[in-house]
């Protein structure tokens, strides 16, 4: 069966600190990579999205960047936090090619910039 | 943009009692629909979708509701469990695989 890791669950980082999150997926090839911020009491915002190794398209523009170094990893970074960065991030994925719009979501990295 | 509105933030039930969630969408290309329920501090868990060639589909004790003349999905929960409580999501998606999340709603389940 499918799974999807986040680490690290909890981060609080200074503003002006780089960010690293990382999320990998195991049990199955080529899938589809999502990751999305989530503020307090508020729905999903995608960020990046990226369909194979090093291809990512961006949704937001803003001080995030992601990277896939791998088919199942999945990286979200930042040089300097901003206040505006904390919230909740989530990493998903769903089946490579048509008909597979479900995404299935990893447990979340819950960001605090202080 | 077009988008994916829920029309109540929040849901009071009490155990037992039949749940109704509630979603508009304004994207008349949007072809596939599907409910997350996101427990407080978890990621969203996949719930039900639907296909815009169906009106009806029913899972265990859910069944998602699709009218397209009024661009409505709703999401019904039978015999509202407290574990239910939780924050339900209702998304739309077309073309590629990206999904368009609504605001969510929240259901509260008194025992």
């Known amino acids: 069966s499918q799974t999807i890791h986040q680490w690290p669950a909890t981060l609080v980082q200074p503003v002006g600190s780089p960010l690293s999150l990382e999320c990998t997926v195991e049990g199955t090839s080529n899938p589809n990579l999502y990751w999305y911020r989530q503020a307090a009491g508020r729905g999903l915002q995608l960020l990046f999205y990226?369909?194979?190794?090093?291809?990512i398209s961006s949704e937001v523009p803003q001080n995030l960047s992601a990277s896939r170094p791998q088919d199942r990893q999945f990286i979200l970074s930042s040089k300097k936090l901003l206040l505006s960065d904390s919230g909740f991030y989530l990493c998903a994925w769903s089946a490579s090619g048509t008909g597979g719009y479900e995404q299935y979501f990893g447990p979340g990295t819950r960001l605090t910039v202080t | 943009g077009e988008s994916v509105g829920l029309h109540l933030p929040t849901l009071s039930v009490q155990e037992g009692d039949n749940s109704i969630i509630n979603c508009a969408y304004s994207?008349?290309?949007?072809?596939?629909f599907i409910w997350y329920k996101q427990e407080s501090g978890k990621g969203p868990q996949f719930i039900i979708d639907i296909r815009s060639n169906m009106d009806k589909r029913q899972g265990q004790r859910v069944t998602v509701l699709l009218n397209k003349t009024v661009k409505h999905l709703s999401l019904q929960i039978a015999a509202t469990q407290p574990g239910d409580s939780a924050v339900y999501f209702c998304?739309?998606?077309?073309?590629?695989?990206?999904?368009?999340f609504g605001k969510g709603t929240m259901l509260l389940v008194s025992p």
């Open positions: 998304a739309e998606a077309s073309g590629y695989s990206t999904l368009t």
């Open positions: 994207n008349s290309a949007s072809d596939y």
């Open positions: 990226s369909v194979g190794i090093g291809q």
